[in-house]
């Protein structure tokens, strides 16, 4: 219903898009702070919300990733997290990180065995895995920029592409992540990554 109400205003309302939130809490008679805050956590939803899929899969398929970014020095370290959904027989392939803007790209060949059909004598349980993808920058090739008001947002796209060695088939249904900043399409995942400096 809050999503219906938000579509209906004649104008955009600005809300806050933290993990769990539902970008609408503005609609909502609740506490506010429930939707998230500077650094916490959304509390609004309870039970499932949003859409269920079913997925079928032979082939590993890219779950999640996110960024996380330090500034050491003159450099700046982007360690890129990709999450796998591993199908029972396994899987192997190559991973991609890449910020086409800032001219990066990082390739690495992953293998990946199911634990949790091994040990549960199960062939139908799924298993994930988790591939650390380091990428390093001088910041003087970074655009910086503040909040609304002082100076425009420069955005890098950070891509993560999973190729599979051995396709077997295309996933029944593309599992499709969207948030604030990433959208997941089939086997890519893309997110908007800004180069606000955090606050201290």
Known sequence: ESLQLKEQYPYTVPALHQMGSIGAYNFIRKPVTDGGWDWGPAYMASGIHGSVELVGFSNAVLEDAWVQQNKVGDQYDVVVTSDLLVPPGGDSGELTVAIPELGLQATQQVQM?????????????????????????????????????????????????YTPDRPVCTPAIAAAATAATGAKESNTWKAMQDSTPAAA
Do not use: I, K, Q
């Open 113 to 161: 065995r199911n634990t949790s059909s091994s040990s549960s004598n199960s062939t139908t349980a799924v298993d994930r895995a988790s591939f650390f993808t380091r990428l390093s920058v001088n910041s003087s090739e970074v655009e910086l920029w503040w909040p609304v008001g002082y100076g425009s947002p420069h955005l890098y796209n950070v891509t993560v592409t």
